[in-house]
T-cell receptor
Framework: AQKITQTQPGMFVQEKEAVTLDCTYD???????LFWYKQPSSGEMIFLIY??????QNATEGRYSLNFQKARKSANLVISASQLGDSAMYFC???????????????FGKGTLLTVNP | AAGVIQSPRHLIKEKRETATLKCYPI?????VYWYQQGPGQDPQFLIS???????DKGSIPDRFSAQQFSDYHSELNMSSLELGDSALYFC??????????????FGEGSRLTVL
């Protein structure tokens, strides 16, 4: 069963505007973590922001903020003041324990391709 | 700061050939992950190692094998290559217990093309 859902295959935003990328998740764990990664056309996977399930405040990292709504199981990424260089694929991912409970792995959503228009 | 190093960055092979990808984790990181990302797809977890022992296994084909060596670098061996193996292969590393987030640090990937 898919555990991370990103419903927007593609998004467009004008330069300098804000954009929200949606992510919902499904887990029965009490402790979990949510990540957003950026993947430009060059291919590397760049960490943007992290939110722990017990964090009371929404995470922020510069122009990135995470709108965490635990009851709704959503972890949307908000990018403020978009820049042309923000054009990339964005993946939401969830940290989950392995079957033995001894280690973590990340499970990714299908991604959202963001295009910033000048 | 040192990052995760993957080699080769690009690799072209024929069907039924063998390929080996290498990953050098960030110094003092003890856990290594391998992910496969097909064209237009999300990364799929293949396998992970902690302290040189396999810690978890995902959708890794039987034709693939991997190991982590005493210096913590890891190799992914792929045999009897098929066209569908063409993908970007990521290695990621972390230090267990060190990061609150459990963040995985990714390498730049090795792009395998099977002809």
């Amino acid at each position: 069963a898919q555990k991370i859902t990103q419903t927007q295959p593609g998004m467009f935003v004008q330069e300098k505007e804000a954009v929200t990328l949606d992510c919902t998740y499904d887990t029965s764990d009490q402790s979990y973590g949510l990540f957003w990664y950026k993947q430009p056309s060059s291919g590397e996977m760049i960490f943007l922001i992290y939110q722990g399930s017990y964090d009371e405040q929404n995470a922020t990292e510069g122009r990135y903020s995470l709108n965490f709504q635990k009851a709704r199981k959503s972890a949307n990424l908000v990018i403020s003041a978009s820049q042309l260089g923000d054009s990339a694929m964005y993946f939401c991912a969830m940290r989950e324990l392995n079957s033995g409970g001894s280690n973590y792995k990340l499970t990714f959503g299908k991604g959202t391709l963001l295009t910033v228009n000048p | 700061a040192a990052g995760v190093i993957q080699s080769p960055r690009h690799l072209i092979k024929e069907k039924r050939e063998t390929a080996t990808l290498k990953c050098y984790p960030i110094p003092r990181h003890d856990t290594v992950y391998w992910y496969q990302q097909g064209p237009g797809q999300d990364p799929q977890f293949l396998i992970s190692f902690y302290e040189k022992m396999q810690s978890d296994k995902g959708s890794i084909p039987d034709r693939f094998s991997a190991q982590q060596f005493s210096d913590y670098h890891s190799e992914l061996n792929m045999s009897s290559l098929e066209l569908g193996d063409s993908a970007l292969y990521f290695c990621a590393s972390r230090k267990q217990g060190r990061s609150r987030a459990g963040e995985l640090f990714f390498g730049e990937g090795s792009r395998l093309t099977v002809l």
